[in-house]
């Protein structure tokens, strides 16, 4: 086997800018902050952040809306802030990585409003802009993510532009030839700067169908679900073109690499079933490192609807891909308002010890829950314009608690959305101090990866799947360990294959670790196990 690249065999940790440290009491995470919480992150065991949006925007949707791709919000920091990050990080061996938006920019970005200005102006193109319906009306019934028509009527040039997310965020016409190689200076821009790849936002979003047509009805949608839920977006996104257009920034990256400066790595966010999340592999040239594969959120939680999960995916898999695993993001529910506090500790054992890279987010390492936001204090576009539906994802992101002093130690001034409740026991001070803590757990889990290259970049078998049990191998060398997962309440006994009798266990989700015996494995209730052969 190929030695490992970092990114395969390293831990990812998404960083939610505005909540995870401020440095200047303005209540707002900033560079600074991360930067300050570097030691934290290395302790912790991870090899790489990802950070949410950077760049000026007006913050219509909190920084998904970009407009200036070369600079930093005032807000976040400044150019000098992200080199000085980059450097401390790298100096601590952590990579960091981007969040690119390259779908859509701010309404406010001089590129919309030049292309806003006139139908004859040079960037008119840019972006989609297309006459009413014969009958009047939007172009076509395409819904926004966020609600409402994706199509903004602009009275001045008599056209309607396509936003698939707010009007505050008009699409680009990724068709457009000069909009691509300006897109690809952006990505050079931060490469160049000693950025260590990028995650690319809403990628199967950047081509649409060329000639616009209707997204068919769902036949799924019922009212309970967002609006966008209506339709499938079988024409709005994903067509073949894009693979092209991945491919393209893969080349990009890969220049780095030939140049001896490193593997860049590129993330596509993609929510798409598997068989058309792998394509996003590449082809005849290859696409991203990594199609993010987001279907540990969104699976029912047990064993065998697990195990045909991790089978499925692994075995669409195209040869030499490597798999990624995801939990939790800025975007869905946490995993311990999902499994409940007790099972987050099992999720954890199973996002670090599947075969992938896998990314943890923010405070899921300290079991943090969906904080309730009070009516007023709600933040998010997505539920101020479909509120009570659940879609708000303010709840995700609410600050990272440090400490039991003033606003948990993340800022001096009140946050700009409130702690969790529990943040005076709940908190990273605390869970350092406790061996049986969420945060120790995940210490021990990441050391054994990167003590076990069976868990980093071994093999993967299935062993069990059966009633609350998930079992599996990872072997790399001589080395094989068994991971075994109570995913419920009632203990679980695992009879142990032949070559497993004698194992012992390295690693319990719960305080102590009790040894197999007689070639049975007797998981306690919520409890996971990692076992090892070796001596
Ligand atoms: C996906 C991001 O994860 C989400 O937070 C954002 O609102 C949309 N893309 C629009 O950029
Ligand atoms: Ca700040």
């Not at 065999?9 to 930067?35: E, H, K, P």
């Not at 977006?233 to 490193?262: C, F, K, N, W």
């Not at 990866?449 to 970049?457: D, E, G, K, S, V």
């Not at 049975?520 to 001596?535: F, I, K, M, Q, S």
Request: with cysteine.
């Amino acid at each position: 086997m190929m030695p490992a690249s970092w990114w395969q065999s390293g831990v990812i940790y998404q960083i939610y800018l505005r909540s995870f440290q401020d440095s200047n009491g303005d209540g707002i995470g900033d560079l600074r902050g991360i930067t300050k919480r570097l030691s934290y992150l290395a302790e912790l065991g991870v090899d790489a952040i990802w950070m949410s949006p950077i760049y000026p925007s007006p913050m219509a949707d909190f920084g998904y809306d970009v407009s200036d791709y070369c600079d930093v919000d005032p807000r976040f920091g400044t150019l000098a802030d992200v080199d000085d990050l980059l450097a401390q990080a790298h100096a601590r061996g952590l990579k960091v990585l981007l969040d690119f938006v390259p779908n859509h920019t701010s309404d406010r970005h001089p590129w919309f409003a030049e292309s806003r200005s006139s139908r004859s102006s040079p960037k008119r193109d840019w972006y989609l802009w297309r006459d009413p319906a014969p009958g009047g009306g939007p172009p076509n019934n395409w819904i926004s993510d966020f609600g409402g028509s994706a199509w903004e009527w602009d009275e001045a040039s008599g056209q309607y532009y396509y936003h698939a997310f707010l009007k505050q965020q008009p699409d680009l016409n990724w068709r457009n030839p000069t909009v691509q190689g300006v897109m690809h200076d952006v990505m050079r821009f931060w490469l160049n700067r000693g950025v260590d790849g990028f995650r690319i936002d809403v990628l199967w979003h950047l081509i649409k169908a060329a000639d616009f047509p209707d997204n068919p009805p769902n036949s799924a949608y019922t009212p309970a679900l967002g609006e966008m839920d209506r339709l499938l977006q079988l024409r709005s996104t994903d067509q073949p073109e894009v693979h092209g257009i991945a491919a393209r920034m893969r080349a990009l990256a890969e220049d780095y690499r030939a140049a001896g400066q490193g593997e860049r790595l590129l993330i596509g966010e993609i929510y798409l079933p598997v068989e058309r999340l792998m394509r996003y592999y590449g082809e005849d040239r290859p696409g991203v490192h990594l199609p993010g594969n987001f279907q540990l959120i969104e699976t029912p939680w047990q064993a065998r609807s697990l195990a045909v999960l991790i089978a499925a995916y692994e075995a669409a898999l195209p040869p030499g891909a490597w798999p990624n695993w995801v939990l939790g993001n800025h975007d869905r529910p946490r995993v311990a308002t999902r499994l409940g506090e007790s099972q987050a500790r099992v999720a954890a054992m199973l996002l670090l010890t599947l075969r992938g890279t896998p990314t943890l987010y923010y405070g899921d390492e300290l079991g943090l829950s969906d904080v309730p936001i009070p009516p007023g204090q709600v933040q998010d576009p997505r539920e101020l314009r479909q509120p009570g539906k659940g879609l708000g994802r303010d709840p995700v992101r609410t600050p990272m608690p440090w400490d039991d002093s003033a606003h948990a130690g993340f800022s001096t001034a009140a946050p700009w959305l409130p702690l969790n409740a529990d943040w005076p026991a709940r908190n990273v001070a605390r869970q350092s101090a406790e061996p049986g803590s969420m945060l120790a757990l995940h210490r021990r889990l990441l050391a054994a990866r990167r003590t076990h290259p069976a868990l980093a970049i071994g093999d993967f078998a299935l062993l069990d799947a059966e009633d609350d049990m998930l079992a599996y191998e990872r072997r790399h060398g001589a080395e094989r360990l068994i991971v075994a997962l109570n995913l419920g309440a009632r203990p679980q006994r695992l009879a142990l294959p032949d070559w497993a009798h004698g194992c012992r266990p390295l690693l319990s989700t719960l305080a102590d670790s009790v040894p197999a015996q007689d070639g049975t494995l007797l998981l306690r209730p919520n409890e996971g196990v990692v076992l090892t052969t070796a001596d």
